[in-house]
């Protein structure tokens, strides 16, 4: 079993880049699953209905989100009907959504579970730690895959050897640049620390370089700008023998690194 995981989808460049080269790569690596992190698919921040309607007609089958999960008001209005959305598990417990969500694919339960570091976040989340052992103790799933949205990469991959033969993969979003330390630990488990970004090639984060620059140059904070211009698509896609990852690899498409049949 193939299951692609696409890194953080940055607005309209990002979904973007869904469009035109999911289907490209589903026939690539004949993937079966397709999770995708879209707490950025709205303008750089949140997601609106009409957005979540978007990744399910593109064939996504489960979405992540992240600190920005909140950001459009109107996720409100429809996420209690929204199946296929995982907010963070950790989150605080007055939040609606869900946090972990599982589906059967060709007669495999696969659960994807979202959480958010502490370090350098806002540190209003439940220990994830602490959340992810009260989630294993009733968890039957056959493959389960963690969706780590933090800042520190020390947070990260001390989470993914805690998770260590616990789970069947730990893969990292929320700083949109992707790492080339992934990996099968020791007992078995998956790891990268961050996937990376789906979006505008051209920027900062996905943001407009020129504004994010006056920034630092100055000290004063400014409005961010979504950048236009080339897109990018980081994935990372995860191969299952028995329920077990045997394998894991990074994909990268940007205008250095096209896409090859």
Same mark, same amino acid.
């Given at each position: $079993? ?14 973007? =880049? ?44 489960? $979405? ?17 009907? %929204? ?8 989150? +605080? ?7 972990? #969500? ?18 350098? $976040?806002?540190?209003?989340? &439940?220990? +994830?730690?602490? %959340? ?19 800042? %520190?990469?020390?947070?990260?991959? %001390? ?5 260590? @033969?616990?789970?069947? *993969?730990?893969?990292? !979003? ?5 790492? *080339?330390?992934? #990996? ?7 790891? &990268?620390?961050?996937? @990376? =970004?789906?979006?505008?090639?051209? @920027? ?10 006056? #920034?630092?140059?100055?000290?004063? $904070?400014?409005?961010?700008?979504? *950048? @236009?211009?080339?897109? &990018?698509?980081?994935? !990372?896609?995860? !191969? ?9 690899? #990074?994909?990268?498409?940007? +205008?250095?690194? +096209?896409?090859?049949?």
């Amino acid at each position: $079993m193939n299951i692609l995981f696409i890194g953080d989808v940055f607005g309209n460049i990002g979904r973007s =880049m869904i469009e035109e080269y999911l289907p490209k790569l589903k026939n690539k690596y004949d993937i079966d699953m397709v999770i995708a992190n879209v707490e950025n698919a709205t303008h750089g921040k949140g997601l609106i209905r009409k957005h979540y309607d978007f990744f399910l007609f593109e064939g996504i089958s489960l $979405m992540t989100m992240g600190n920005h999960t909140f950001s459009k008001k109107e996720l409100l209005d429809y996420i209690d009907e %929204a199946d296929r959305l995982i907010v963070p598990y950790n989150q +605080p417990k007055a939040l609606p959504g869900i946090g972990s #969500r599982v589906v059967e694919i060709k007669g495999t339960k696969i659960r994807v579970t979202n959480l958010l570091g502490l370090t350098f $976040m806002d540190g209003k989340s &439940q220990n +994830p730690f602490e %959340a992810i052992d009260e989630l294993l103790k009733d968890d039957t799933s056959d493959i389960h895959i963690v969706d780590f949205h933090g800042e %520190a990469t020390s947070e990260k991959i %001390a989470f993914g050897y805690y998770l260590d @033969g616990k789970v069947s *993969a730990v893969l990292g !979003t929320h700083t949109h640049v992707a790492t *080339a330390d992934e #990996r099968i630990l020791e007992h078995g488990t998956a790891f &990268q620390c961050d996937v @990376g =970004m789906t979006g505008p090639y051209d @920027g900062v984060i996905g943001c407009e370089k020129e504004s994010i620059i006056k #920034r630092y140059q100055n000290g004063l $904070m400014s409005p961010f700008t979504v *950048a @236009g211009g080339q897109g &990018q698509l980081c994935a !990372t896609l995860l !191969t299952f023998d028995h329920y077990q990852c045997t394998h894991i690899s #990074r994909i990268l498409i940007d +205008p250095q690194h +096209p896409f090859e049949a």
